[in-house]
């Protein structure tokens, strides 16, 4: 059975995303592979712990530019926290925020941790 996808807080359409084909592709097969129940490492995915218990981020390269697809696997979605181009080696602030309240806002609505 395969785990859907669900996108906290913003609309999909509105946030930058890989540009190329083949970054897109790249992407939509992770997330196929996590909706899958398969567990990935590095170098596709590693764990984020400063946004929360159970985050993690999905590594993918479009041409010349690198994107994370920041998310925490449910037990019957994958919640999609946030996709950004990595510009810098460190994960900026901004973004970190913006994961970390859209994942307190969804534990809210869910009702628990």
């Known amino acids: 059975m ?7 807080g913003w609309r999909a359409r509105s946030r930058p995303r890989p540009s190329r084909r083949r970054g897109r592709v790249e ?3 992770l997330l196929l592979r996590l909706q899958r129940g398969e567990s990935l490492g590095m170098p596709h995915s590693r764990p984020m ?10 590594r993918v390269r479009d041409g010349g ?23 810098t080696q460190k994960t900026p602030a901004p973004v970190i925020a913006a994961c970390r309240r ?4 969804y534990l809210a609505a869910r009702g628990g941790a």
């Open 2 to 8: 395969l785990r859907s996808s669900r996108w906290s």
């Open 65 to 87: 530019h690198n994107w994370r697809i920041f998310y925490r696997l449910e037990p019957d979605c994958i919640l999609i926290l946030d996709v950004a181009q990595k510009k």
């Open 102 to 105: 859209r994942l307190a806002d």
């Open 27 to 29: 992407a939509g097969t």
């Open 49 to 58: 712990p400063t946004i929360g218990k159970g985050c993690r981020e999905l």
